[in-house]
């Protein structure tokens, strides 16, 4: 059985235990689906915790057939995520999860894209200090709910709203506190804010999860020493064995089976080549920094229009 990261920090005495240093995957929306993340789960170890890409609840309650597929059937070791503006609304859909036999469900304070700002969803519930009290009050006035966690971010236009938003947070019951410490302003841009995490951090009675910039092994070994846990995103598309402490290597192995898998798995559910090379295409421009030197073949992978095409080029860049 391969050792993970923590494995070997708790062997090092870098770390005290399994408890203070989980791994999880973050949520990435249109990448990180239920096949990618049973391919995932197949091929890697390490990550202690899978969230679903965000489910959208309206005050209709109709979830769309797609959405559905993000937690049926229910899947071991992960926790669905909701994007919704109204408390009520993200109780009901916590309790209908939870009757799927979903421990917790985690609610999305960080998606910056202007149509789910302006519906005041995501980051959009930043903004508005009181509106997200009432959120929380709507929310946590349900009985039966299961664990709540939010994903947040620090703010919606400054850093220094994150103080406000701590004592905000300290007033309600959450599980876990993911914070990645951009505003919604930045989007993705600049480095992470390292001050407002920590105000967070020190405000709040949960523990705090990291999340953001984390591509290396030097980095995620640091940030597993300091705190409850760490999120990885785009570290993880970049370098599917990040978690188990491992730099990218090709020789390795395993990338070309979980390519493979991956393609089928998506072929199996998608209604043509079309969607499913669109869709791993998006996964390749993650993968390709661990293929230096490999443009033209990357070229070619990115103009393929059959499943022949694309797996050809991926073998020339793999092999
Ligand atoms: C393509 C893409 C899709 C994302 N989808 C979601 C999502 O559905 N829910 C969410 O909370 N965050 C989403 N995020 C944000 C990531 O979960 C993560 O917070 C962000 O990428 C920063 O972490 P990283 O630097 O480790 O990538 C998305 C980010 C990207 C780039």
Request: glycine fraction near 8%; hydrophobic fraction near 35%.
């Amino acid at each position: 059985m391969e050792r993970n990261v923590k494995d070997k920090l708790i062997l090092t005495g870098i770390s005290g235990s399994a408890e203070m240093s989980k791994i999880y995957f973050a949520p990435m929306e249109g990448i990180t689906t239920p096949v990618y993340r049973k391919v995932h789960k197949k091929y890697y170890s390490g990550v202690d915790r899978y969230f679903s890409p965000f489910i959208v609840v309206t005050s209709t309650h109709n979830l769309k057939k797609r959405e559905t597929r993000e937690y049926i059937p229910f899947e071991e070791n992960m926790t669905p995520q909701i994007l919704t503006s109204g408390g009520g609304d993200f109780a009901w859909a916590a309790k209908m999860l939870k009757g799927l036999g979903y421990r917790e469900v985690n609610l999305n304070l960080g998606c910056p894209a202007a149509t789910v700002v302006t519906k005041g969803k995501g980051a959009g519930l930043l903004r508005d200090k009181d509106k997200l009290r009432r959120f929380f009050e709507d929310t946590f006035s349900e009985s039966d709910l299961p664990d709540i966690s939010i994903k947040t971010r620090c703010g919606f236009v400054y850093h220094d709203e994150a103080e406000e938003l701590a004592e905000i947070f300290a007033d309600y019951p959450f599980k876990e506190i993911i914070v990645h410490p951009r505003v919604r302003e930045e989007f993705y841009q600049g480095t992470p804010d390292l001050k407002s995490f920590d105000i967070i951090k020190s405000k709040v009675k949960c523990p705090v999860v990291y999340n953001g910039d984390i591509f290396d092994v030097h980095s995620l070994k640091e940030c597993l020493e300091k705190e409850d846990g760490v999120m990885l995103g785009r570290g993880l598309l970049r370098n599917p064995m990040l978690a188990e402490g491992k730099e990218f290597d090709v020789k390795d192995g395993r990338i070309e089976d979980f390519l493979d898998e991956l393609y089928d798995g998506y072929i199996r559910i998608m209604s043509g080549e079309r969607d499913v090379l669109f869709k791993l295409k998006e996964l390749w421009t993650y993968l390709i920094t661990g293929f230096p030197g490999r443009d033209e073949d990357y070229k070619r992978l990115m103009k393929a229009s059959t499943g022949t095409e694309y797996k050809a080029a991926v073998r020339r860049i793999v092999e």
